[in-house]
């Protein structure tokens, strides 16, 4: 293969200027501080909770449409271009992956509430903080308890309290989005060149950021059925919105539009939800039909079993709940071993591209910047480095040496596997049936890890916890959009970089600033009163009654596993086989339990247009779904800022 690097003359361009980049971090720290407003002072709607990134594709909406647009009547040289866009939109996904589900809304609230909510009842000052090490949190108790409570009148934020664990805590970062990004690279070629993934979260920034024949507006906005799906979701939100507006400055009510119901099945404890989501509906209109038809079935099926074990009364004995699994642990487990078979499946498939890579490393084979971001042996070393950063940090917080190496390649794994789904089926809310430490636990059994390393497990759940977005997508996402602006991944691995370093600063110093000054636990409670003290509860209860190796979660995990493999030999064999194996490690996530029905609207949708019209039809229509995916997130954003002008708290508009 040649890969020697290209004539300048036909390089393709690069997408990072100096005006893009000021633009970048002005829009992600004003997304950041946007999504810590919406919950901690106006509790309003989710900015970054999921793959959803709905701040940043708000944000590029509207510098798109109308701050670009007027840039370019005052001169044509000022607005900018679609590869500089890029790197904004890059720059803006990235601080949503930080800003608050994604890390900063448990980095600074979980470790602190371990201090904050021990009490004389639990006992937690006795049980867990002797194993925790005291560089992971602030030293001071008035510090953390002024960041839940308010500080009183006169006194000042301790930032000094918090400069060295956040140090600590930025030499783990350092490690863990080194491997994310590394990972990226290496899987790139195989997804997008030869497996051809469609990537389905990158199609309505594209649009958005192309220019038209001549330049200018990109044909997207001129588009009317863009603008009729749009304007669905932004009527239905905006009349319920306003009239919640209505009843709390004025006393009048308007009727407001329902949209989807749950069923309760009392004698199987089963709540059936038949919830409409628009973005959902609209991104499964874009995927192929047996990948979409595969996660509705499972999602019901897997209700379905639940339901019949209520019945039956069979269940497993696991000593309580376990954090991260709603699930329960039998269908929970039987995911797990779904997504690591699945998971070890596509490895496989990419074994003759990985093996070249490989090979290319230990040659040390240059790529071209256009090709790929980091060389493959670059590649190969940052992955290594990171792993044993990220083993070494784990080991200094508590954790076993020996169990180390393995908790490090589970959570990669789990990271890598919500990767792919995403980027196959743009599913925006997939989430992993079990976290990594549960698994651990699982496999082993309590003792195994003694006090200090159940303590770090807990700890992990701030970055390994509730995994809804993570740096390790947009990565993916980005090399997916530079092939399609046709501009050169390298310099965008920089951007991300320096993307995820600001995020990181702004988000923790808005968390600070809004927490001290009104008091966290005024805030999402969530992220300031159940989340903190959810993993801290499962660690008390694995000190006080400690458990041996779960054989029969294991057992469910080996047949969710052999379920997937079963169901991937019969995809690859057979052409006519019309269930997808990505289906079933994400059914029983809490978000696809939820939001099951829209997927299957947009699947029949989809399936009612392809019958009718063809292909044809459905490229004419696709626009139409996007704009009801835009039309979402525009009314979130559009509501957030009358919050913000009303001083109105709870005007939230649900994904």
Known sequence: MDTAPRDAENRPPSPVTLRALLVGAVLTSLACVMDLASLMVYNGSYFACDFTLVGAHFLLFVFALFVNQM??????????????????????????????????????????????????????????WPYVPEWLMPSDENAIRHFFEGLPTGETIPWNQWVSPMVWWGVFLLGLYSVMLGLTVVFRRQWMEREHLIYPLAQLPVEMMQQ????????????????????????????????????????????????????????????????????????????????????????????????????VGFKLDVGGYQPYSTAGPILSSQGFGAMMAFILITVWVARSNLWQLVRRAWTNERASDDEEALSPRAALLVILAGSVLMGVWMVRSGLPWVY????VVV???????????????????????????????????????????????????????????????????????????????????????????????????????FG?????????????????????????????????????????????????????????????????????????????????????????LKRVIVWVGGVTLFQKTRPMFLGAVLGNYTSQGFWFVVSVVTGVRDLRVPI
């Open 71 to 128: 840039l370019r009547l005052l001169h044509q040289g000022w607005a900018l271009e679609p590869r500089e866009l890029l790197t904004v939109f890059v720059m803006l996904a990235i601080g949503c992956n930080v800003s608050s589900m994604g890390l900063v809304g448990y980095l600074l609230p979980t470790p602190s509430g371990l201090r904050y909510y021990a009490s004389s009842e639990n006992r937690w000052s006795e049980l867990i």
């Open 516 to 604: 001290y000054r009104l008091g966290g636990c005024n805030a999402n409670s969530w992220f300031f009163v159940s989340g903190p003290q959810y993993p801290w509860r499962y660690v008390d209860r694995l000190l006080r009654v400690p458990t041996d190796p779960s054989w029969g979660q294991m057992g469910f995990m080996g047949l969710g596993a052999g379920v997937v493999w079963i169901l991937s030999i019969l995809h690859h064999r057979f052409v006519w086989w019309p269930i997808h194996p990505i289906g079933l490690p994400i059914a029983q996530a809490g978000p696809t339990e939820w939001f099951w029905f829209s997927i299957f609207l947009g699947w029949l």
């Open 212 to 311: 038209g024949p001549t330049g200018g507006l990109s044909p997207f906005f001129r588009n009317r059925l863009m603008w009729i799906g749009f304007a669905i979701p932004f009527f239905i939100y905006g009349w319920n919105s306003f009239g919640y507006l209505l009843s709390q400055t004025s006393g009048y009510t308007l009727p407001p539009i329902t949209l989807g119901k749950s069923v309760w099945v009392p004698r199987c404890s089963w709540r059936l939800s038949f919830a409409v989501s628009f973005p959902v509906i609209g991104l499964t209109y874009l995927i192929n039909l047996p990948l979409s038809f595969s996660i509705w079935f499972f999602s019901l099926l897997q209700q379905a079993e639940q339901a019949i074990l209520n019945v």
């Open 404 to 407: 180390a190496p393995l908790f």
């Open 411 to 513: 959570v990669l794994t789990i990271f890598l596997a919500l990767t792919r789904i995403v980027v196959e089926c743009g599913v925006p809310m997939a989430r992993s049936p079990m976290i990594a430490p549960i698994f651990l636990i699982n496999a082993f059994g309590s003792e195994a890890f003694g006090p200090a390393g159940i303590s770090s497990l807990g700890m992990t759940c701030v970055w390994a916890g509730d995994v809804r977005t993570f740096v390790m997508c947009t990565g993916a996402h980005a090399w997916k959009l530079s092939d399609a602006l046709r501009v050169r991944a390298r310099p965008l691995l920089w951007v991300m970089a320096f993307a995820a370093v600001l995020a990181v600063l702004v988000s923790c110093w808005a968390t600070l600033t």
